[in-house]
C-alpha cells in the first residue's frame, strides 16, 4: 500500500475530525513496553481511558523490550507503535531517522521541570527534546556480600580480589560485554563520542587505554574472576561469588539471595598505570517516545505524559523496583531508602552518558573482552588498535 | 535436449523483431492501427470482447503510469532529494510531519512500475498477432472465432495458460520482483546514516562491491575470512553427517544386531523435539558455568573450564559436533532405505572374492549411495552454507573477534549478514554479500549437479 497517501489522508481525517468538537471519534493508538512492565502498562493505559471521556480509545499494548525498540521501530516505522520505550542509548539512531516526535512548547516546559537535570539531557539532542524520562536506572554498580567484604574493602578492586582469593570466593563482572568493559576505559579518562561528521570517536588506544586494558587483563587474569551472563551472577551470588557487577534489574534476586547479607555500593577504584582510578560506567535513561509518523501525535503524546509522570513512576518503582526521574518521585522516602538505587546514584557522579555511543562499538569491545576473559597474549596494544579501528568504521 | 537447433539469443531476437516487422508489412490499415492502439484490429473484425479487452489493458496500463507509476518512477534516478519537513502545530503543541521523498518507497515503486512494462509487451505482441491472424481469416473469407471460443480454447488447447497463469504471477510479484530490490539495494548506500525517511539514500554504483573485494580492508578481510570458515563449515557439516549417517544406517541394518527398531527409535527421537531448542539447550550446557564444565571439573578431569563456545577453535569444533547430533538421525532415515537397495548378490559375490568389510563399503556400498544421493549432497551442501540455525542459535556467530567487521568466528556469511541488517542497519552491504552468496552457490551447484553420476548417467540407473 502507498504509506504516503494513507498517511496523509489519516492526517488530513484527524484534522477534520478535530474541528468538530463534541464528536466521539476513535483514536487507535499502539504502545510498546518491555514484557515485565505489561501488566502495570494496561493498568495505566485503563486509567487514561477513564480520565479522558469523550473519546473513543482504542489503545494496544505490545511487547518490544526497550533494547529492541529501535530495531524493531526501523523495519517498519509506518507499523510501528506510537509510542515506544527505548532505552536512551538509541536516541541518536532513532533521530537521524527522524522517527521521534519533538517535545516542546509548554509541553518541553514542564517536562524539563518536573524531571532530573540528567535525565532529561538523557533525552535530548542538539537542544530538542525526543522523549520522555521515565526510568533512571539504566546503569551498573556493585552489589555485594556484607559477610564477606566491609565497606572499606569494596572501595578498591585490588582489595576485593584479595579479600575474594582469601575467602575463596568469586569478583563477577561480564568483562567480555561492551557495556561493562568501558568502565575500565571511561575510567581511566579515555573518550567515546560523536565527531562532527556523526562517526563514533574513541580513543581507547590511546596510553590511557593501554593502561585500563592492561588493568582489564590483569583483572581476568586473577583467580578470583569470574565472568558469565546475569544467569550466572543470580545462580552464584551468596555461594561462590561474592560480589558482582549489574544493574537494577538484578535488586530482588540479588536481595533474595544474600538476605541480611544484601549491600550494594559504587563501582569500586582500580589500579590503572600505578594510580588509582575509580571505574567509570555508562549511565543511560529509559525513554518513551512518540512516533513521528504518528497519526496521533497530539493523544500519543498526552498518553506518554501519562505513562511517565509522578503518579505512574511511583508505581514502576514500587511493582518493579525501577528508579523514577520525577524529582518528586526520586525524593519520595521509599525510593531515597532503595539500597540499590542509592548505589545507583551515587555512581553516578562516574557516569558516563550512553547515548554518544552508536551500535558498531558494542561488538568489536565484546570481541575485546573476550580476548582478555580467554586470556590471550596478544600484544594489547595491537589489540586496541584493532578496537579503534573496528569501532571508528 | 536439442541443443543444437537453438539460435543463438540474438538471432532469436531479431526473428522476434522480424516477425512483427512482417505483420505490419503485410497488415492492412487495421492491423496497422493495432500496433498502436491496441484492440483496433479486434475490433474491425468483430470481435468486439477481445478488442475490449486489449484497449482496457492499455488505458489500464497507461493510468497505472499517470495516477501512480511516474510519481516514482521519475525519482528513480536521483531516489528523491527532499526528505521529510516538519511542520509545528499552534494548537496542539506538537509536530505534525509533512511527508517528503522515501528512497525505499521509490526504489520499491519503480522496479514494480518498470515490471509493468513487461505484461504491457506481452498484451500488445499478442493484440498484433490476434489482428494479423484475424485479418487472414476475415482475407479467406471466413469469420474469426468470437470470444467464448477462444475463452474455450484455455480449457483445451491452451490449458496449460490457464493452469500455469497464477503461478506465475505469483511468482513474479512475490518472488522475483522483491529480489530485483535487494540486488539493486546494493548499489545504493542505504546504511545506518541513511535511513528514509529521516534521511535518503542514493545510488552508489559499485562502491559496496568494490569495498568487499578490495577497496575497504575490513570489509574484504572480513568477508574473506568469513567465506573460508563458511566452506570449512559446510564440508565438514555435510560429509560428517552423510558419512556416519551410512554408518549408523549399517551398523544398525548388520545381520545379528538385535533390536533394530528399538536403536532406530531412539535415534529418531531427536528429530522430535525441534531443533532450536535442543541447540538452544545445548549452548546452555556448554557455556563456562554450564553443566558439561561444572561435571568436568568436578571430576577432576579439568581445572578451570574448558572455552567450549568462547575459543574460536573450540567453538568451531562444537558447532560441527552438534550438527552432527542433530543431523545424523535424517541420514540415517535416508539412507536406511537405500542400502536395503543395494543387490544382495554384489556384496556375496564380493565375499566370495575375500573382500573385507571395508573394501566393501568403498567399492559397493559408497558408490551406489553416491550415485543416488547425488543431487541430496549438493542441496545438503547449500543448505549448510546457508545453515542459520545451528549456528545463530548455539553460538550467534561467537566468539567476536576484533579481526571481523561486526562478526564472530563462527559466523557465517548468511548469520553475518543477519548481523548487519539487523544490528547495523546496513542494508546496501548486506545486500551485496547476499549477491555474493548467490555467485558462489549458484556457480558450485551447477558445476558439481552437473558432474555427478546421476546427471551424466540418467538412464543407466539400475
Redo the contacts between chains.
Keep these: 500500500m502507498n504509506t504516503r497517501k494513507l498517511t496523509s489522508i489519516a492526517l488530513a481525517a484527524l484534522l477534520a475530525l478535530g474541528a468538530m468538537p463534541g464528536l466521539a471519534d476513535t483514536v487507535t493508538l499502539k504502545v510498546w513496553g518491555s514484557q515485565d512492565n505489561q501488566a502495570l502498562l494496561g493498568e495505566l493505559v485503563e486509567e487514561f481511558k477513564a480520565a479522558n471521556p469523550g473519546v473513543e480509545w482504542d489503545i494496544a499494548l505490545g511487547v518490544v523490550s526497550e533494547a529492541d525498540a529501535q530495531t524493531r521501530y526501523s523495519e517498519d516505522p509506518a507499523a510501528a507503535a506510537d509510542i515506544f520505550a527505548f532505552a536512551n542509548d538509541q536516541l541518536r539512531t532513532l533521530v537521524s531517522a527522524d522517527s521521534l516526535s519533538e517535545i516542546a512548547g509548554s509541553r518541553y516546559e514542564a517536562v524539563a521541570a518536573a524531571n532530573t537535570a540528567g535525565s532529561v539531557e538523557s533525552a535530548t539532542l542538539d537542544g530538542t527534546l525526543y522523549g520522555f524520562p521515565m526510568t533512571a536506572d539504566n546503569g551498573y554498580f556493585l552489589y555485594y556480600d556484607k559477610s564477606v567484604f566491609s565497606a572499606e574493602d569494596v572501595l578498591s578492586l585490588d582489595k576485593m580480589l584479595e579479600v575474594a582469593s582469601a575467602a575463596g570466593k568469586k569478583v563477577f563482572m561480564d568483562v567480555s560485554n561492551g557495556w561493562y568493559i568501558a568502565s575500565f576505559f571511561l575510567g581511566a579518562g579515555c573518550v567515546l563520542d560523536i565527531g562532527p561528521d556523526g562517526k563514533q570517536v574513541c580513543d581507547f588506544n590511546s596510553p590511557k587505554g593501554l593502561a585500563a586494558a592492561e588493568a582489564i587483563r590483569k583483572f581476568t587474569a586473577d583467580p578470583a574472576f569470574l565472568t558469565g551472563d546475569d544467569s550466572v551472577l543470580q545462580g552464584g551470588m551468596g555461594g561462590s561469588i561474592a560480589a558482582g557487577v549489574s544493574g537494577t534489574w538484578n535488586a530482588t534476586a540479588m536481595q533474595d539471595k544474600l538476605g541480611e547479607n544484601y549491600a550494594a555500593a559504587p563501582l569500586p577504584s582500580f589500579t590503572c598505570g600505578g594510580e588509582q582510578k575509580h571505574m567509570a560506567s555508562f549511565i543511560g535513561t529509559k525513554l518513551l517516545g512518540v512516533n513521528s509518523l504518528s497519526a496521533n501525535v497530539k493523544e500519543a503524546m498526552l498518553l506518554a505524559e501519562h505513562i511517565t509522570g509522578e503518579a505512574a513512576q511511583l508505581r514502576f518503582f514500587e511493582q518493579r523496583a525501577l528508579g523514577p526521574t520525577n524529582i518528586a518521585a526520586a525524593g519520595n522516602p521509599a525510593v531515597l531508602e532503595d539500597i540499590a538505587l542509592a548505589a545507583l546514584s551515587a555512581q553516578s557522579a562516574w557516569g558516563v552518558s550512553q547515548k554518544n555511543v552508536l551500535n558498531g562499538y558494542w561488538g568489536p569491545a565484546e570481541a575485546f573482552g573476550l580476548e582478555m576473559e580467554n586470556k590471550s597474549t596478544a600484544d594489547l596494544q595491537g589489540l586496541l588498535d584493532q578496537l579503534v579501528s573496528q569501532v571508528t568504521q | 535436449m536439442a541443443k543444437n537447433k537453438r539460435d543463438p539469443f540474438y538471432q532469436r531476437l531479431a526473428g522476434g523483431f522480424n516477425e512483427y516487422f512482417r505483420m505490419f508489412r503485410e497488415g492492412d490499415a487495421w492491423t496497422r492501427l493495432s500496433y498502436l492502439i491496441m484492440g483496433a484490429g479486434s475490433f474491425a473484425r468483430g470481435q468486439i470482447v477481445k478488442g475490449l479487452l486489449f484497449l482496457s489493458g492499455e488505458a489500464a496500463f497507461v493510468w497505472f503510469y499517470a495516477a501512480?507509476g511516474w510519481r516514482y518512477l521519475k525519482d528513480f534516478g536521483s531516489l528523491g532529494t527532499n526528505?521529510?519537513l516538519?511542520v509545528?502545530?499552534e494548537i496542539?503543541?506538537?509536530?505534525?510531519?509533512v511527508?517528503g521523498d522515501?528512497s525505499m518507497?521509490i526504489l520499491l515503486y519503480s522496479v514494480l512500475t518498470l515490471a509493468a512494462i513487461l505484461p504491457l509487451v506481452m498484451l500488445w505482441k499478442a493484440n498484433v498477432r490476434a489482428a494479423f491472424k484475424a485479418q487472414k481469416i476475415r482475407e479467406s473469407k471466413q469469420k474469426p472465432p468470437g470470444f467464448i471460443t477462444d475463452l474455450r480454447t484455455l480449457l483445451d488447447s491452451r490449458f496449460h495458460m490457464t493452469l500455469l497463469s497464477f503461478p506465475m504471477v505469483t511468482l513474479a510479484l512475490f518472488t522475483a520482483l522483491p529480489i530485483v530490490f535487494m540486488v539493486l539495494i546494493a548499489f545504493t548506500n542505504f546504511d545506518?546514516?541513511h535511513?528514509?525517511?529521516?534521511?535518503l539514500f542514493s545510488w552508489t554504483g559499485l562502491a559496496n562491491i568494490r569495498g568487499v573485494i578490495s577497496s575497504n580492508p575490513?570489509y574484504a578481510r572480513s568477508f574473506g575470512g568469513i567465506l573460508g570458515w563458511t566452506f570449512v563449515w559446510a564440508v565438514f557439516a555435510t560429509f560428517s553427517n552423510y558419512i556416519l549417517g551410512i554408518v549408523l544406517a549399517l551398523m544398525i541394518n548388520k545381520k545379528g544386531i538385535r533390536l533394530k527398531r528399538m536403536w532406530r527409535t531412539i535415534f529418531v527421537t531427536t528429530i522430535a523435539i525441534p531443533q532450536f531448542v535442543s541447540l538452544m539447550l545445548v549452548s546452555k550446557m556448554f557455556?563456562?558455568?554450564g553443566v558439561v564444565n561444572v561435571i568436568l571439573q568436578r571430576l577432576r578431569v579439568v581445572n578451570s573450564p574448558i572455552?567450549f563456545l568462547?575459543?574460536a577453535n573450540w567453538a568451531r569444533v562444537m558447532v560441527i559436533m552438534v550438527n552432527i547430533w542433530v543431523g545424523i538421525p535424517y541420514t540415517m532415515l535416508m539412507s536406511t532405505g537405500i542400502l536395503m537397495n543395494i543387490p544382495a548378490e554384489l556384496y556375496e559375490s564380493a565375499s566370495i572374492d575375500g573382500a573385507t568389510p571395508i573394501q566393501t563399503f568403498v567399492s559397493i556400498t559408497m558408490p551406489y549411495m553416491l550415485f543416488v544421493t547425488g543431487p541430496y549432497l549438493i542441496t545438503t551442501f547449500v543448505g549448510n552454507i546457508n545453515n542459520f540455525n545451528v549456528i545463530y542459535l548455539l553460538t550467534a556467530g561467537?566468539?567476536?573477534?576484533?579481526?571481523y567487521?561486526?562478526?564472530?568466528k563462527t559466523d557465517l556469511l548468511v548469520t553475518w549478514l543477519y548481523?548487519l541488517t539487523?544490528?547495523?542497519?546496513n542494508y546496501s552491504l548486506a545486500s551485496t554479500i547476499g549477491i555474493f552468496i548467490f555467485v558462489i552457490v549458484a556457480a558450485l551447484s551447477l558445476t558439481v549437479y552437473n558432474l555427478t553420476g546421476s546427471v551424466k548417467k540418467e538412464d543407466q540407473f539400475s
Design positions: 501512480f526528505a521529510q516538519r509545528w502545530d496542539d503543541e506538537v509536530y505534525r510531519r511527508p522515501n518507497l545506518k546514516a535511513q528514509p525517511p529521516g534521511s575490513l557455556t563456562d558455568t572455552p568462547t575459543d561467537g566468539p567476536a573477534t576484533l579481526d567487521y561486526q562478526g564472530g548481523k539487523v544490528n547495523e542497519q
